[in-house]
């Protein structure tokens, strides 16, 4: 089982589309398992970004995380990362696929509405930057079984 880090960000708050994203992972079968909404800080933005220091569209980005409130997701299930990002789509919206959600809810590369967490170290870096240590919640769910099938073993 995997997890990954979701971000609704600023315009996707004040769009009012929280409820629309995190319904589209739940449907999917994806268990929430980290919930938060909270005002970015400076410092916190440029370490989520730091990867992106330097380049030209950095100081905007940082400038937007932080321009409202953002919603964080941590989602569990099997190969999160790979499903979420599929479900996200392409970073632009104009380029996204329908069916995605940039493609479905986006139209501008510089409101793309969501960030999603890239491999499984830049997912455990996130979700400890933005839930610290030991907030995530273990739980089980009835309806697992019906969602997550069992890989029969290989001869
Ligand atoms: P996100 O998934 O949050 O991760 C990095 C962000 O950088 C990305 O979404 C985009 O919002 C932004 N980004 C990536 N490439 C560009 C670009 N060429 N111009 C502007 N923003 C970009």
């Known amino acids: 089982m995997q997890r990954t880090l979701v971000l609704a960000k600023p315009d996707a708050v004040q769009r009012g589309l929280i409820g629309e994203i995190i319904g589209r992972f739940e449907r999917k079968g994806l268990k929430v398992v980290g919930l938060r909404l909270l005002s970015v800080p400076r410092p916190m ?4 970004y730091a990867v992106h220091a330097g380049k030209h569209f950095y100081d905007g980005l940082v400038e937007f995380i932080t321009s409202g409130p ?10 999160a990362i790979a499903v979420v990002r599929k479900m996200v789509g392409k970073t632009m919206p104009n380029e996204a696929e329908p069916g995605t959600i940039r493609g479905d809810l986006g139209i501008s590369g510089l409101r ?9 170290e830049t997912a455990e870096a996130e979700l400890k930057l933005w839930f610290g240590e030991d907030v995530l919640v273990d739980y089980e769910r009835e309806i697992d079984a019906w969602i997550v099938a069992e890989e029969p073993a290989r001869a």
């Open 112 to 120: 793309n509405l969501i960030h999603a967490s890239d491999a499984p």
């Open 70 to 79: 953002v919603a964080a997701f941590a989602l569990e299930g099997p190969d």
């Open 45 to 48: 933005a440029e370490e989520h």
